[in-house]
């Protein structure tokens, strides 16, 4: 089993940035797909930023978001950038298990999540 824990969300001015981290018990994930996903209130959760070999980006988060792999248990952070009011969500980190040729934007593909933590930006 693994266990997931997300940290580094808050309130933020328009242009600001925040780091999210992720920080992992139990099972090694040093052979995992991991990904940052978010969820605004009455909208479906979606894909943010992805890492494996590569990493991928959602298009409305390019050139301002960096997805980055630290180690087995602090596994991935996001450092967000230029942040907009339309990035207001709940922020989950998650991760797949296995070997993939491709990072999946679909969160039902994801094996472990975290709780989830709320960034807030002000306009």
């Known amino acids: 089993q693994v266990q997931l824990v997300e940290s580094g969300g808050g309130l933020v001015q328009a242009g600001g940035s925040l780091t999210l981290s992720c920080a992992a018990s139990g099972r090694t994930l040093s052979y995992t797909t991991m990904a940052w996903f978010r969820q605004a209130p009455v909208k479906e959760r979606e894909f943010v930023a992805g890492i494996a070999r590569n990493t991928v980006y959602a298009t409305s988060v390019k050139g301002r978001f960096t997805i980055s792999r630290d180690n087995a248990k602090n596994p991935v952070t996001l450092q967000m950038n230029s942040l907009k009011p339309e990035d207001t969500a709940v922020y989950y980190c998650?991760?797949?298990?296995?070997?993939?040729?491709?990072?999946?934007?679909?969160?039902?593909?994801?094996?472990?999540w975290g709780q989830g933590t709320q960034v807030t930006v002000s306009s």
């Open positions: 998650a991760a797949r298990t296995g070997f993939y040729p491709l990072i999946s934007y679909t969160a039902k593909d994801y094996d472990y």
